[in-house]
């Protein structure tokens, strides 16, 4: 049998032909493809030609600079896009404030990347004080400042924005500032863990080297109320402070006792602060004496006033805002701003707005001393004031004004003092007349310092200040006898309108 060629048994086969029909209903997606790829091809039809039509338009009718920047926005757009899914760099920000505190690492990192400007960088910011002997560089906004450690290599760019005020009587923005430090991500331990804590570190002892003592001061322009700084230059030391030599020993000692307490405070479960209330006569050298206690310790100064504070919890932001190792100051707080009782409100006034719009004695109080004086470490709070007697007593008890400094009338190792800083002399045959009237009289230190200042030989000083005294002794009597009679008059009126009111009784 041949069964090539389709042949069997020598008769030719006819080759069968197989038929496939696909039934609509057996196959229905045959039928749902066949009617959707139409529309698919149209549509894509159309957006072509749309593309078409935007291409021609974009490159015959925009203008160049238009053309360019669309191009721009498309590439930054898709580059970022592309860079954030397979970008091996790691950016950590680095903002100046963390909440209403300064950060550390911030401040630290300016001072530090000052170090690290190189050539290579364009543009950087210097400053200088009048009085200072160096110029101050800081990197400037957008600029880069390459670091490397431990064969790491670190980048560095000071970013700025603005922010609008808040302050509904302000226009003013307030500048907001970070750096970004960018890196490999294989790096990031290493960076938070050994190089940020190597450059807080080293910018620490970089700035004690370096530091400038500054007066603070609040600036109510800024949104967020914050404190602004200028260089303190104040010569007053405690060895040209004209004081009571006992009282100044006194504070020295515990100054320098303070400062060295700190595993103490912690052990008893204090707050690390120490409080001092300043009182006595104007003129008797109270700022002096702030003075020399911030070049004494190296603190900075904050000088809170009162009255540009519009409520206790703006109050705690501005406590909390302050850095450690600084002295606030509240100065006249007798008469700065009216503090009421606890418990009372002002007449006035409906006590919900009392109570929204000042400073109350009960917010002064946490203020010093409650939980919100524990946000920061070796801190002294100074209070002045002319008149002790007027304030609560709530005030000055221990753990809120731990030591009452009295700011005496001039004595006459006061005068000793004066004459050593003002005649540069220790010893004079008029000494003793000059004491001799100093204790006679009620004088304070800057009226003698007043009369020591005149330009003239020493000799006439002397006697000046001598017959100074005399007058001022006699001027000092009539005073005191005016204002007994005046108390005399008034305890009359006092005791007739008693007796008056008991006899209308009677009748």
């Not at 980048?155 to 890196?183: D, I, M, P, T, Y």
């Not at 603070?216 to 260089?231: A, H, K, P």
């Not at 707050?271 to 006595?280: D, E, F, T, V």
Request: charge should be positive; proline fraction near 3%.
């Amino acid at each position: 049998m041949n069964t090539d060629g389709g042949r069997t048994l020598g008769i030719r086969k006819q080759p069968q032909i197989v038929s496939i029909h696909c039934s609509a209903a057996k196959y229905p997606v045959f039928t749902t493809a066949a009617s959707v790829i139409p529309t698919v091809l149209t549509t894509a039809a159309s957006m072509a030609n749309t593309a078409m039509l935007a291409r021609s338009v974009f490159r015959d009718y925009l203008p160049d600079e238009v053309k360019s920047y669309i191009s721009y926005g498309f590439r930054s757009y898709f580059r970022g896009r592309f860079l954030l899914y397979f970008s091996t760099q790691m950016t950590i920000t680095i903002e100046e404030f963390d909440g209403f505190v300064h950060n550390q690492v911030f401040e630290a990192a300016k001072a530090y990347l000052a170090t690290k400007i190189s050539p290579s960088n364009k543009k950087i910011k210097v400053s200088k004080h009048q009085k200072e002997k160096s110029y101050n560089v800081t990197v400037e906004r957008d600029e880069e400042v390459v670091d490397t450690f431990n064969g790491v290599q670190f980048r560095w760019v000071l970013r700025c924005g603005h922010v609008e005020s808040k302050n509904q009587n302000s226009k003013a923005k307030s500048e907001v500032r970070s750096f970004e430090l960018n890196f490999h991500k294989q790096y990031k331990d290493i960076a938070l863990e050994s190089y940020l804590p190597f450059m807080v570190k080293r910018a620490t002892l970089m700035k004690q080297e370096k530091k400038k003592l500054k007066i603070f001061t609040l600036d109510t322009e800024w949104y967020s109320n914050r404190w602004t700084s200028v260089t303190l230059d104040h010569p007053s030391t405690f060895k040209t402070l004209a004081m009571d030599s006992d009282v100044k020993r006194s504070v020295m000692e515990d100054l320098d006792k303070f400062v060295k307490r700190s595993d103490y405070y912690k052990r008893v479960g204090k707050a690390w602060k120490r409080g001092y209330l300043l009182y006595g006569p104007p003129g008797t050298g109270k700022s002096s004496l702030i003075a020399a206690m911030a070049n004494h310790l190296n603190f900075d100064i904050y000088d809170l006033e009162l009255t540009a504070v519009n409520n206790n919890s703006e109050l705690r932001q501005l406590l909390i805002a302050t850095a450690n190792r600084s002295i606030l100051v509240v100065e006249d707080i007798d008469c700065s701003i009216k503090l009421n009782n606890r418990t009372s409100t002002d007449e006035d006034e409906p006590p919900e707005k009392s109570r929204k719009k000042k400073v109350t004695l009960s917010g002064l109080l946490n203020f010093i001393d409650g939980l919100w004086s524990s946000c920061g470490e070796e801190r002294i709070i100074i209070f002045t004031t002319n008149y002790k007697d007027k304030l609560d007593p709530a005030l000055l008890r221990p753990g809120r004004m731990d030591m009452h400094i009295h700011m005496s009338y001039c004595t006459p190792s006061t005068f000793k003092v004066l004459a050593s800083n003002y005649l540069e002399i220790k010893e004079h045959c008029l000494f003793s007349k000059v004491e001799q009237g100093i204790e006679a009289t009620e004088v304070t230190p800057a009226e003698v310092a007043e009369q020591l200042m005149r330009n003239d030989s020493v000799d006439k000083i002397l006697q000046g200040l001598i017959e100074f005294l005399e007058v001022k002794k006699i001027k000092n009597e009539q005073a005191k006898a005016q204002k007994e009679g005046e108390e005399v008059e008034s305890n009359k009126e006092t005791t007739n309108k008693k007796d008056s009111v008991k006899k209308k009784r009677k009748d």
